[in-house]
């Protein structure tokens, strides 16, 4: 069973920057698209940002110009870079995954808090 595991989150002042990371347990063969949501306490699950297999990548418009995905198939890792964070960024970020199978695969959250 293929876990994975994100880390990087933490408490950070508006205007900063943090970096998640997100590791896979073992390989994943035929990756779609790797992915970081989040979920702000009262809200639903949202899309953050998404890399392809092909290389191309979304962006949640609330993110676009301050946050970057990058992924590292070597490192069997996704990550995601931070900036000019906002205290509305606030939320459990969650790595996913999917295969062309296609499965679905989850890790178990990491905490962004962004405040004075």
């Known amino acids: 069973q293929v876990q994975l595991v994100e880390s990087g989150g933490g408490l950070v002042q508006p205007g900063g920057s943090l970096r998640l990371s997100c590791a896979a347990s073992?390989?994943?063969?035929?990756?779609?698209?790797m992915a970081w949501y989040r979920q702000a306490p009262g809200k639903q699950r949202e899309l953050v940002a998404r890399?392809?297999?092909?290389?191309?990548?979304d962006y949640a418009d609330s993110v676009k110009g301050r946050f970057t995905i990058s992924s590292s198939t070597a490192a069997k890792a996704v990550y995601l870079q931070m900036s000019s964070l906002k205290p509305e960024d606030t939320a459990v970020y969650y790595c996913?995954?999917?295969?062309?199978?296609?499965?679905?695969?989850w890790g178990q959250g990491t905490q962004v808090t962004v405040s004075s």
């Open positions: 890399i392809k297999s092909d290389g191309s990548t």
């Open positions: 996913n995954v999917v295969t062309w199978s296609p499965r679905d695969y």
């Open positions: 073992r390989s994943i063969e035929s990756i779609y698209a």
